[in-house]
């Protein structure tokens, strides 16, 4: 093989092993430039998950706000429509109190309603003697009916007539006529005050009933209230 046959294969080497290099070459930098994309499409989607978890806790805290505020504005709403039941249903009651003041004015019937409240209380303390409590206006009347009022009850119950000792304390007086009903309706701004009837104690103070025309309207309101609330507001109120 002379020189010029082994320059010539020399040369085809040196071709051959540049080809290789090339493609290898080629070859690395498609490799590098796939994985590249890789990388890059996976921080990209990683970025998007990222920012999709922050956007989704973000409208959580939205929604979650959207139902606080949803639920205090509907709890704002339903204690001021209690309250304006209440309101109405004081009114009512305030009504109700105005109306005592009548009950006292008409003596004949104050009176017998008088003479039936006493033997109502004897009944309810069953005791041989009793103290009895009235407004100071109602005195004369009190001891016009106390002699019937122990015969009745005596009668009812099949005792003996019980004494009646009237104490020299005395209620407290029905509302001024001056102040009228404002002063009745907010009798509490202004001290106590009684509608009429009365008050007996046994003689040791331990059973007291109080038979006032402000305390059995008391009761018959709260023993009747259900009943009010369901008339006045219908079936929501119940």
Known sequence: MNDADVS?????MVRFIRQEAEEKANEISVSAEEEFNIEKLQLVEAEKK???????????QVEIRKKIEYSMQLNASRIKVLQAQD????????????DLLNVSH?????ERLLKDLIVQSLVRLKEPAVLLRCRKEDLHLVESVLDSAKEEYASKVDVHPPEIFVDDVHLPPGPSHHHGFFHHHHAEAHGPFCSGGVVIASRDGKIVFENTLDARLDVAFSKKLPEIRKWLFGQVAA
């Not at 010539?8 to 085809?12: E, L, P």
């Not at 990222?50 to 959580?60: F, P, T």
């Not at 109405?88 to 109190?97: D, I, L, T």
């Open 87 to 98: 309101d109405v249903v004081n009114e009512m009651k305030g009504s109700a109190s105005k």
């Open 106 to 110: 008409d003596h004949h019937v104050y």
């Open 50 to 60: 990222k920012i999709r978890q922050e956007y989704e806790k973000k409208e959580k």
């Open 8 to 12: 010539k294969q020399i040369q085809q």
